[in-house]
């Protein structure tokens, strides 16, 4: 059974970037697309974007100027950066396969705040 | 690229159906069959009900049925049980991916 996790920061300062990593296990990274999406306390989901396996990546143009997603094969795992966050940032990021994505991580709640 | 189209809410009786739109564009619903449905309950991840329209993937019950017309994405929850009460978010992917703002159902 294929499991994602994320991991990262709880909390980030205004300005600062946000990473975060989700880990694949019981099932490899090759071969598959791997979405980010958030959910701000209270709202909708919104597309982050995706990377496939290989590299290539495709980011929602609301956010595409200051994201990135990298994908490390060897580790099983893919990442996300986003940069100059504001309070407007403050979600529960998830990670996931495919962009009709069958398996999701659990979510990590991640706090923009000075 | 504007977000898909839903009701915010929705409710029905237990044993009853409701049905919950999706409207986007012809550059989106209308021109592919690339339409997903999830389900979210507070505080857990989305679980995914219906893809590719109609699909169902394995586990998820034959009272979930997705379907199309023109630029409108629909879901019916047929035989409604407490426990279908969540939010359902449905999702368009074209290249990029688009979700609409959410239908919290309430099973009365």
């Known amino acids: 059974q294929v499991q994602l996790q994320e991991s990262g920061p709880g909390l980030v300062k205004p300005s600062e970037t946000l990473s975060l990593t989700c880990t694949v296990s019981?099932?490899?990274?090759?071969?598959?697309?791997w979405s980010w999406i958030r959910q701000p306390p209270g709202k909708g989901l919104e597309w982050i974007g995706y990377i496939y396996y290989s590299g290539s990546t495709n980011y929602n143009p609301s956010l595409e100027s200051r994201v990135t997603i990298s994908v490390d094969t060897s580790k099983n795992q893919f990442s996300l950066k986003l940069n100059s966050v504001t309070a407007a940032d403050t979600a529960v990021y998830f990670c996931a396969r495919d962009m009709s994505s069958l398996y999701w991580g659990q979510g990590t709640l991640v706090t923009v705040s000075s | 690229q504007s977000a898909l189209t839903q009701p915010p809410s929705a409710s029905g009786s237990l044993g009853q159906s409701v049905t919950i739109s999706c409207t986007g564009t012809r550059s989106d619903i209308g021109g592919y069959n690339y339409v997903s449905w999830y389900q979210q309950h507070p505080g857990k991840a989305p679980k995914l009900m219906i893809y590719e329209v109609s699909k169902r993937p394995s586990g998820v019950p034959d009272r979930f049925s997705g379907s199309k017309s023109g630029n409108t994405a629909s879901l019916t929850v047929s035989g409604l049980q407490s426990e279908d009460e969540a939010d359902y978010y449905c999702?368009?992917?074209?290249?990029?991916?688009?979700f609409g703002g959410g239908t919290k159902l309430t099973v009365l």
């Open positions: 999702s368009s992917y074209i290249g990029s991916v688009l």
């Open positions: 019981g099932g490899s990274i090759s071969g598959y697309y």
